[in-house]
């Protein structure tokens, strides 16, 4: 159990199927993320809600740490990728500083997709379904 308080909120987003716990994945891969007995799921976004520890271990390949150990945050996102955003984490780890800090990372990821080209597919592929 993760500690999250059972509201109605919770309760509901349980029961229509859009929060739902998975145990932790073994990798991620270009389209979402796979276990090691060959269960897969695809995914757009991953959100590490990992509580007041920073748990980023998990970023290691992406070699994201500083020679301190750190990993130095431009606003929210990680200085050495500009694709990683790192809510509530450093200067953004607090309930007011992550909110504030959210709208931020979702206005650069909006910003990156629109100059990568992204933002377009992903309007195409929504109009198609």
Do not use: C
């Amino acid at each position: 159990m993760t500690g999250l308080p059972v509201t109605d909120a919770v309760r509901r987003a349980r029961e229509q199927g859009v929060l739902d716990r998975l145990p932790m994945f073994d990798r991620i891969t270009p389209t979402g993320v796979v276990w090691d007995d060959g269960r897969s799921v695809e995914a757009d976004v991953i959100l590490w809600a990992t509580g007041f520890r920073p748990a980023v271990d998990h970023l290691a390949p992406l070699k994201l740490r500083e020679p301190g150990g750190g990993i130095r945050a431009e606003n929210t996102r990680a200085a050495r990728d500009r694709r990683v955003h790192l809510v509530g984490y450093g200067p953004s780890a607090s309930t007011i500083g992550a909110n504030r800090a959210g709208r931020a990372a979702v206005l650069s990821v909006l910003g990156l997709l629109e100059e990568t080209g992204g933002l377009d597919r992903t309007r195409k592929a929504e109009a198609a379904v």
